[in-house]
Each structure stands twice: as C-alpha cells, then as structure tokens.
C-alpha cells in the first residue's frame, strides 16, 4: 500500500514518453502507478538496496520488465547518476524517494528494523554491508551511543540510555531487537521515575537512530538531492531534452529527512543566498527550482485509517526552472 499515492502522481504528472526514477523502490506500489500513468511508453529505472525487494518487484510487475518499460538497479540512491548513467537514463521527467520502509521489510525479523517481533539485531537494508546494529551498540563507546541517540532519535534520555547499555553489554553481547528494546525501556523508567506520557514505545526513537547511523540515511539523502535536480529535464525542448520541466518527490518520515529536504528545495528555489546585510549578490546564486508544495502535504484522514504506517508521511515536491542565459 504505497504511501501519498495519488498526491505522488499528482505532483510527477507521468506523461507518455516520459522517463521516470523511483530512488526507493521497495515492493513498486509506486512505480506501478507512473508506469500506468505513463501508458504506452513512458519508462521507468527503480533502483533499491535490498536485492529481495527487486527480486519481488521483478516477479510482479514482470510485464513491465519484459516490455523494457521498466529497469531494475541495485543500489543506493546516493549513486543516483552513476546508476542512470550506466543505463542510460536521463534526463528524466521526475524523480521519487519515498525514505519509509515496506512492511514487508518492517516485519521481518531477519532485519531487525523493529522491536515489535524478535529478531537479530542487524538493521541493514544492504546484506553486503559490513556495520551491522549489533556491531554499533556493542563496539561504539558510551559517547558514541549518546550522539546517536540524540542526533538522529532526538531522544532526551540519551546518555542514561547509552551508560545502561554499555553496563549491559559488559555481561553479555546484546545481539537481539527484544534484548535492546528491554534495556532501553529500563533505563528510560529509571530516569523517568514515571509512567511515560505519550503513547509511543519507549525504544522507538532509539531503533530509529541505529538505523540511520547503520545506513548513512541522512549523509545519503544530502548526497542524492543535488543529484536528483541534475538529473532533472529542464523541458521547455532544451537540447537532448522533451516534454514537462523535470519535477522531484520526496516522501520523508521524520523530521530530520524532511528539513533536510526543506532547506535544500528552499535553497534551489532562491536567486540569491548572500547575507541580508550585503549591498550587492556576491554569491551568483541562481533559483534552479520552483517549489510547488509550500508547505508539505501530508495524508488524509482516510489513508491514515486505511495505513497507520502513513501518518508520519509528508510530501514536499518542486520542478527544475530552464536554466538563464549566460
């Protein structure tokens, strides 16, 4: 069930013809739906870590494959236009990342992405990688962890946290999400001294963190975002180029993504970053973007009650401005 699936075709606007890149494409529920929208010849390059949600997607949608409408790639999306340029592909009329996890891969327990079902401790979405969580919670040290915790979960009882888990892990390696997510509650009560107040897991936030420092989300999202806009078709027939000005998509879950996202589209879509003080632009900045979501847009009542998992979603998009004469 593909998160903000109308409002991702709403803003891409599939076109026939048209060439597309879905960065994250987990089990294709979106990538289905631009591939229809695009009908007959529209094309689209999917790229993923996890070579099981390739393998997936290639069975179901196979039509698709057999037709070459539809290219598969392994890969991170912070090797956007290596992975495009080694199929040839660009430049394109959209572009998506959608930075939630499939269900599938949030309740395998081979992944252990959450604390709800007992599994290994490990968090990777490529199995190649070496830094797995386990390796991080039992080999970073007690300031390490804290960073973690409180950089990437915003969680306030960071320190307590990490002192609980060094202590632990001196009694035996802490291999397994149940284990982790026992310690962590203990110690976010013991500092609390209270019932927690709202009504989410005590370890959420602190899963959260492994996972992004286990997979370098954010340092890959700040990489492939002035990728995606150089991907992106200007329109208007510039040279090697047909149809619509390029647009990105990008579907964050958290708000670390999402002002990563925000900054970076509010930045392109500026003509001149120079201090407010300076008389005269500097900098020769120039706005290569027009945001077209303001603010983000996030699902509606009816999708979150159809999807729980949708209701952290928020969608920003903006389109690649024809670049100035010289």
């Not at 870590?49 to 949608?61: F, I, N, S």
């Not at 284990?179 to 013991?190: D, F, G, M, N, S």
């Not at 180029?241 to 999402?258: K, N, P, Q, T, W």
Request: net charge positive.
């Amino acid at each position: 069930m593909p998160v903000l699936l109308e409002e991702v075709v709403r803003f891409l606007q599939p076109q026939a013809g048209g060439h597309y890149i879905d960065g994250t494409l987990g089990d294709g529920g979106h990538t289905e739906a631009i591939l229809e929208r695009s009908a007959p010849d529209g094309r689209v390059l999917g790229i993923d870590l996890d070579p099981e949600a390739l393998d997936r997607v290639a069975r179901r949608l196979s039509r698709y494959v057999k037709s070459g409408r539809l290219l598969l790639a392994q890969g991170n999306f912070a090797d956007l236009e290596r992975i495009a340029a080694a199929h040839a592909f660009g430049p394109v009329q959209g572009i998506l990342l959608d930075l939630g996890f499939s269900s599938l891969q949030l309740s395998d327990p081979r992944r252990g992405l959450s604390f709800a079902v007992e599994g290994p401790l490990d968090m990777r979405l490529d199995p190649a990688q070496s830094l797995s969580a386990a390796d991080l919670v039992n080999q970073a040290d007690e300031q390490e962890l804290a960073d973690i915790f409180y950089r990437y979960g915003e969680e306030r009882y960071a320190r307590q946290i990490a002192r609980r888990i060094v202590r632990e892990r001196g009694q035996a390696p802490i291999t397994s999400t149940r284990r982790l997510a026992e310690i962590v509650t203990a110690a976010i009560a013991a500092a609390r001294q209270r019932p927690p107040r709202d009504g989410i897991h005590p370890a959420t936030r602190v899963f959260m963190a492994l996972r992004i420092a286990v997979n370098r989300e954010l340092e890959n999202l700040e990489r492939a975002l002035p990728q995606m806009l150089n991907l992106l078709s200007r329109g208007g027939g510039a040279s090697g180029e047909r149809g619509l000005a390029g647009r990105m998509v990008v579907i964050a879950f958290h708000s670390l993504e999402d002002r990563i996202v925000k900054d970076f589209m509010k930045r392109e879509a500026t003509d001149c970053l120079c201090p407010p003080r300076t008389p005269v632009c500097v900098c020769g900045h120039r706005a290569r973007l027009r945001l077209l979501t303001p603010k983000p847009v996030w699902p509606t009542a009816e999708e979150i009650s159809a999807n729980p998992r949708s209701r952290s979603a928020r969608l920003r998009a903006a389109e690649r401005l024809a670049d100035l004469p010289a």
